[in-house]
């Protein structure tokens, strides 16, 4: 029997933590349709305490206290965009993610009873653990989406997104009844990018808009060579990462080392810029069986030029065939992708099925994601 659509909003705030995507989503177990997309940037004062969290910057009481804070901000937010909801799919703000296989750990903020209270429609939230007990690396979970959206028979298409952490899902479907799905990190998109813009600014800009600043300057080959030894690119996925590899760690790690480049603030974001490049392409040749026909790229990256630009020219380096373009072109705003993900692994929940993809995350088997509240 068919089971009837529901109209769920799914929530997302990702690695870069500059805001909240709102999509409003008709959601049935093979298709999700886009109704609505809304994005509100985070206040600064509770931003500058996210990045806070994030890097381990606060103490107990001050990470419980932003756990409600933030869930009464997306209660407000969401409550204030006065649609008709009948269930919710909350991602939270991932301030941890370790996903090491004897001590797995992740913890995602934001408390979804505030937004259970507000619109009073059930919320579920709190996604990856499951996978995590499952044996998993609780990442990526946008894989079903990706294969329920883009997957096209006869074609072998990858779903890059460009959040804070780079991931992409491989979608090989010329052969077989289903395609064949890969899935993993592939390491920083815009996370060091936006480090250095608020670093080098004092604070004044939050990101590097439309590549401006890394249009104007000039890559550094030494020490993109040298970061491109990093040990996490050449491990085979199952992966996934965050800011605990790739976040306030690594730029701290390398402070002297930009130092000693004499680098332009300029050439410090050519450089970073251009390792987002390179470093996806270099995982694109480790880790996917061929090369793809067709690269969608989404999240806030892919309206970074320069950045675009650079994948493109890096991954036509491997196939000369290959086609890059964007979300947009299939009707998907690029912010609305990782929202929508979560729209359909809550409607996943509340039908009672599996949604995680174990060959993706290197589960033991496939489980039901996410918490009711």
């Known amino acids: 029997m068919i089971q009837p659509a529901m109209r769920v909003l799914g929530i997302m705030s990702g690695t870069s933590l500059d805001g909240v995507d709102y999509a409003l989503c008709e959601v049935q177990r093979r298709s999700v349709q886009l109704i609505r997309l809304w994005s509100r940037a985070f206040p600064a004062a509770l ?35 006065n649609a008709r909801v ?16 004897r001590t797995p750990a992740t913890l995602q ?22 996978d995590l007990a499952a044996g998993g690396q609780g990442a990526p979970l946008a894989t079903l989406f990706h294969q329920t959206v883009f997957a096209q028979r006869g074609q072998h298409v990858c779903v890059n997104n460009l959040g804070g952490i780079s991931n992409v899902t491989s979608l090989d479907w010329r052969r077989g009844r289903t395609p064949r799905v890969v899935a993993f ?42 970061w491109l030894k990093h040990p996490f690119f050449q491990l085979a996925p199952p992966k996934s990462t965050g800011r605990e590899l790739f976040g306030e760690t690594f730029w701290c790690a390398e402070q002297k080392h930009l130092a000693a480049a004499r680098l332009t603030p300029f050439d410090t974001l ?14 694109y040749q480790l880790h996917l069986p061929t090369p793809p026909d067709l690269v969608v790229l ?11 630009n650079g ?20 009707g998907w705003p690029s912010s609305a992708l990782e929202p929508a993900a979560f729209a359909l692994l809550a409607f996943y929940r509340w039908r009672g099925w599996p949604a995680n993809l174990p060959a993706t995350t290197g589960a033991r088997r496939a489980v039901r994601l996410g918490q009711i509240q």
């Open 109 to 130: 903020i934001g408390e979804p009873a505030y937004l259970a209270e507000a619109l009073r429609v059930p919320v579920i939230s709190n996604f990856r653990p499951a």
């Open 185 to 226: 990190d592939t390491g920083p998109a815009n996370v060091l990018t936006d480090l250095a813009m608020r670093e080098l600014t004092h604070g004044k800009k939050m990101l590097d808009r439309h590549g401006a600043w890394a249009k104007r300057g000039r890559v550094c080959e030494p020490l993109l060579r040298r």
């Open 311 to 330: 994948i493109a020219a890096r991954l036509r380096a491997l196939s000369p065939t290959m086609r890059v373009t964007t979300a947009e072109v299939f």
């Open 270 to 283: 050519a450089t970073l810029t251009e390792f987002t490049a390179r470093s996806l392409a270099l995982n």
């Open 86 to 101: 009948e269930l919710i799919g909350l991602h939270g703000q991932t301030v941890f993610h370790h996903p090491d296989r």
């Open 298 to 308: 989404a999240g806030g990256g892919a309206k970074n030029p320069v950045l675009v």
């Open 47 to 81: 931003q500058r305490r996210l990045h806070a969290a994030a890097a381990n910057e606060c103490r107990a009481h001050e990470l419980a206290q932003l756990h409600h804070d933030l869930g009464r901000l997306y209660a407000q937010q969401a409550k204030s965009l």
